[in-house]
Nanobody, 119 residues
């Protein structure tokens, strides 16, 4: 059984920073792309940032230059450093991993962590 455990959400003032972390555990053979998605109330879930196993990154235009995604392949972790946060970054943030387990590849999701940017 595979689990993605997220941590690091919370309440922060505009202009502040937060760091989200996600650790994958269980019967994992290999991990491909890992990423962070977010879903604000009344909106669809959207990609925030993704990183391949080789370190290639991809960011949503709204977070470029403010957010940085990184991963540790040895520890099966992915992090999202969020700087210069804005109220519009308020959302539930979900970790995602495309990984191989029990001979097959599939997508896994974390349970979500809430980020609120407000004064």
């Amino acid at each position: 059984q595979v689990q993605l455990a997220e941590s690091g959400g919370g309440l922060v003032q505009p202009g502040g920073s937060l760091r989200l972390s996600c650790a994958a555990s269980g019967s994992i053979f290999s991990i491909g792309t890992m990423g962070w998605y977010r879903q604000a109330p009344g909106k669809q879930r959207e990609l925030v940032a993704a990183i391949t196993s080789g370190g290639t990154t991809n960011y949503a235009g709204s977070v470029k230059g403010r957010f940085t995604i990184s991963r540790d392949n040895a520890k099966n972790t992915v992090n999202l450093q969020m700087n210069s946060l804005k109220p519009e970054d308020t959302a539930d943030y979900y970790c995602n991993a495309f990984l191989e387990t029990a001979g097959s590849w599939r997508n896994y999701w974390g349970q979500g962590t809430q980020v609120t940017v407000s004064s």
